[in-house]
């Protein structure tokens, strides 16, 4: 709805300039030609259809028996001019005339879907490597989590229940619960590597429905995808092809949520094409390759079906419901999903010049590498830290403020394998750790051992994270979070939410300058979980901060 606002802005504006002919092109005055024609599916008019000159930045609207007018330079009139209206296929002229009425033709798009499609090809190329010919977007999604998702080693550990080494855990041991009447798993088992096939070895599960949506939605393909055995496309995880295949996302009205019971694909509607048919769906409505613009592209709700999950109702991934709660969700004042994990890119094309892509504004041109959990940089713009220091008497009283400065949902957000670190020290010019005396400090599932190994339980700090723990037996934090938890706790921290936590420590004898350390560090996964699947995961360092205390 934002996104359509701001169209709807701008095409007000944009026809105000071209009526008062005051637009220029690039920055160059140019005469201005006033323009005619007539939109039409076959022998019907069609109304409210966007025409522009091809990646020109202004348009007009068709009325209500398919006529507009359009002012345009001069040195335009060797351009096409496009055409596009909601349920259509993108259709143009070659070059506009100046003289006589410019008559676009446009064909709606087939509106069924095929289960059995094979996936684009081209020149030789299948899969998301056709797109490589054309696109420099294709070397962006290699490098985005997405198209790794059906190969993540660490998805993958957890779902088959091995090590990074390859050892497999041990299956799952149930036992009888007489007061449930039911088979129930058996407490104890926290030190064997987890893994969801451990718990249903004969069940494919709902994890392809977004690892794997191509093999997701073939012919009965929902939650019987065999994970251990894939191939092809399949292989590509979230591919370039599936996305533009998406026309819809289905939304619970009354909570503007999908259907928990209806993950990943089973929420989005297909458009795959029969014999002779063809469609992408983009954010461009002038591309004359098949395609139609689909707004819903740059909405937020086109991640939704992925990133709001729950298991057995207990939301396990929900960075989408967290967003959706959120100032950022406000169609006026706030931003999108696409504005952060996919900002503009550096050039002006997104198909190559010599492949025939026309220069555009960079603006309107998004990267595809979708920075996330993975990405230092992104991640150290999402947080802030304060140190506020008090020297009272014998005492340090010290104050950490920690803001969620720039993420619209939680952070940490999806996986509940994730935490965030607050470490605390106060440390003195001899190198004496200074003794705390009140204050939070790191629960035990942050690591019990040597701290210089990243095992900080009982350190002064906060774990921020999203606690469950097994229905049956108890065991906290569960990594096995697709069997029957209850949630715990959650302290992680909602979008432009602030947490205050409070410490005293003991001050050194003499009059030495404290130096307090404070350090924001993410973590992929408990460090208990990783060192049971042998991941060698590093922590993220988002925030870093040093103040010094004189006495």
């Given at each position: 709805?934002?996104?359509?606002?701001?169209?709807?802005?701008?095409?007000?504006?944009?026809?105000?300039?071209?009526?008062?002919?005051?637009?220029?092109?690039?920055?160059?005055?140019?005469?201005?030609?006033?323009?005619?024609?007539?939109?039409?599916?076959?022998?019907?008019?069609?109304?409210?259809?966007?025409?522009?000159?091809?990646?020109?930045?202004?348009?007009?609207?068709?009325?209500?028996?398919?006529?507009?007018?359009?002012?345009?330079?001069?040195?335009?009139?060797?351009?096409?001019?496009?055409?596009?209206?909601?349920?259509?296929?993108?259709?143009?002229?070659?070059?506009?005339?100046?003289?006589?009425?410019?008559?676009?033709?446009?064909?709606?798009?087939?509106?069924?879907?095929?289960?059995?499609?094979?996936?684009?090809?081209?020149?030789?190329?299948?899969?998301?490597?056709?797109?490589?010919?054309?696109?420099?977007?294709?070397?962006?999604?290699?490098?985005?989590?997405?198209?790794?998702?059906?190969?993540?080693?660490?998805?993958?550990?957890?779902?088959?229940?091995?090590?990074?080494?390859?050892?497999?855990?041990?299956?799952?041991?149930y036992q009888f619960d007489a007061e449930l009447g039911i088979q129930v798993p058996a407490a104890g088992q926290?030190?064997?590597?987890?893994?969801?096939?451990?718990?249903?070895?004969?069940?494919?599960?709902?994890?392809?429905?977004?690892?794997?949506?191509?093999?997701?939605?073939?012919?009965?393909?929902?939650?019987?995808?065999?994970?251990?055995?894939?191939?092809?496309?399949?292989?590509?995880?979230?591919?370039?092809?599936?996305?533009?295949?998406?026309?819809?996302?289905?939304?619970?009205?009354?909570?503007?949520?999908?259907?928990?019971?209806?993950?990943?694909?089973?929420?989005?509607?297909?458009?795959?094409?029969?014999?002779?048919?063809?469609?992408?769906?983009?954010?461009?409505?002038?591309?004359?390759?098949?395609?139609?613009?689909?707004?819903?592209?740059?909405?937020?709700?086109?991640?939704?079906?992925?990133?709001?999950?729950?298991?057995?109702?207990?939301?396990?991934?929900?960075?989408?419901?967290?967003?959706?709660?959120?100032?950022?969700?406000?169609?006026?004042?706030?931003?999108?999903?696409?504005?952060?994990?996919?900002?503009?890119?550096?050039?002006?094309?997104?198909?190559?010049?010599?492949?025939?892509?026309?220069?555009?504004?960079?603006?309107?041109?998004?990267?595809?590498?979708?920075?996330?959990?993975?990405?230092?940089?992104?991640?150290?713009?999402?947080?802030?830290?304060?140190?506020?220091?008090?020297?009272?008497?014998?005492?340090?009283?010290?104050?950490?403020?920690?803001?969620?400065?720039?993420?619209?949902?939680?952070?940490?957000?999806?996986?509940?394998?994730?935490?965030?670190?607050?470490?605390?020290?106060?440390?003195?010019?001899?190198?004496?750790?200074l003794a705390l005396l009140e204050g939070p400090t790191i629960p035990e599932w942050g690591g019990i051992g040597?701290?210089?190994?990243?095992?900080?339980?009982?350190?002064?700090?906060?774990?921020?994270?999203?606690?469950?723990?097994?229905?049956?037996?108890?065991?906290?934090?569960?990594?096995?979070?697709?069997?029957?938890?209850?949630?715990?706790?959650?302290?992680?921290?909602?979008?432009?939410?602030?947490?205050?936590?409070?410490?005293?420590?003991?001050?050194?004898?003499?009059?030495?300058?404290?130096?307090?350390?404070?350090?924001?560090?993410?973590?992929?996964?408990?460090?208990?979980?990783?060192?049971?699947?042998?991941?060698?995961?590093?922590?993220?360092?988002?925030?870093?901060?040093?103040?010094?205390?004189?006495?």
């Amino acid at each position: 709805m934002f996104k359509l606002k701001i169209a709807i802005g701008a095409l007000s504006l944009g026809l105000i300039l071209i009526y008062a002919g005051l637009i220029t092109l690039r920055g160059k005055s140019a005469e201005r030609i006033v323009v005619h024609g007539v939109v039409l599916d076959g022998e019907t008019p069609v109304n409210g259809a966007v025409v522009r000159v091809q990646a020109a930045d202004y348009f007009t609207l068709t009325d209500s028996h398919g006529r507009f007018k359009l002012s345009v330079s001069s040195a335009e009139l060797d351009k096409r001019l496009t055409a596009w209206a909601p349920g259509y296929l993108i259709g143009w002229v070659e070059k506009i005339s100046a003289s006589d009425d410019n008559l676009i033709t446009v064909t709606g798009h087939y509106i069924t879907d095929n289960p059995d499609y094979d996936w684009f090809s081209h020149e030789g190329a299948a899969g998301s490597l056709s797109c490589s010919h054309c696109m420099p977007c294709y070397s962006e999604w290699q490098a985005d989590a997405h198209s790794g998702s059906a190969l993540n080693p660490r998805f993958l550990a957890l779902y088959n229940g091995t090590t990074l080494t390859g050892r497999q855990g041990s299956p799952t041991v149930y036992q009888f619960d007489a007061e449930l009447g039911i088979q129930v798993p058996a407490a104890g088992q926290n030190d064997s590597v987890p893994g969801y096939r451990l718990d249903f070895p004969d069940l494919g599960g709902s994890c392809a429905n977004c690892h794997i949506p191509g093999a997701a939605a073939r012919s009965g393909g929902a939650y019987h995808v065999d994970i251990q055995n894939i191939s092809g496309i399949d292989l590509e995880g979230v591919f370039c092809e599936f996305c533009h295949k998406v026309g819809e996302v289905k939304l619970d009205p009354s909570t503007g949520l999908p259907n928990p019971a209806l993950p990943g694909v089973l929420s989005m509607r297909l458009y795959r094409p029969d014999e002779g048919q063809q469609l992408f769906f983009g954010n461009f409505d002038d591309v004359t390759r098949r395609v139609t613009y689909l707004p819903l592209i740059e909405e937020s709700a086109f991640c939704a079906p992925c990133h709001s999950g729950a298991f057995w109702d207990v939301p396990i991934y929900d960075s989408f419901g967290e967003w959706l709660a959120s100032p950022y969700s406000n169609p006026e004042t706030g931003k999108t999903c696409q504005d952060c994990h996919m900002p503009p890119v550096d050039y002006d094309y997104f198909v190559f010049p010599e492949q025939g892509g026309q220069i555009r504004t960079a603006e309107r041109i998004f990267s595809h590498q979708m920075p996330g959990a993975a990405s230092p940089s992104l991640l150290q713009e999402t947080a802030s830290l304060e140190i506020l220091p008090v020297l009272q008497d014998d005492h340090l009283l010290l104050t950490v403020k920690v803001t969620n400065t720039d993420a619209g949902h939680h952070i940490p957000t999806d996986s509940p394998l994730r935490n965030m670190i607050l470490l605390v020290s106060a440390v003195g010019e001899s190198g004496q750790t200074l003794a705390l005396l009140e204050g939070p400090t790191i629960p035990e599932w942050g690591g019990i051992g040597d701290p210089a190994t990243g095992h900080y339980a009982g350190l002064p700090g906060v774990l921020y994270a999203k606690v469950l723990a097994d229905f049956y037996t108890g065991e906290m934090p569960t990594y096995a979070y697709w069997r029957q938890t209850r949630l715990v706790s959650d302290n992680r921290l909602p979008a432009l939410a602030v947490d205050e936590s409070h410490y005293v420590f003991l001050l050194p004898s003499g009059s030495e300058t404290i130096t307090v350390d404070v350090q924001l560090i993410l973590r992929r996964a408990y460090i208990e979980l990783m060192e049971l699947q042998h991941w060698n995961t590093p922590d993220i360092v988002m925030e870093h901060e040093t103040v010094t205390v004189p006495r």
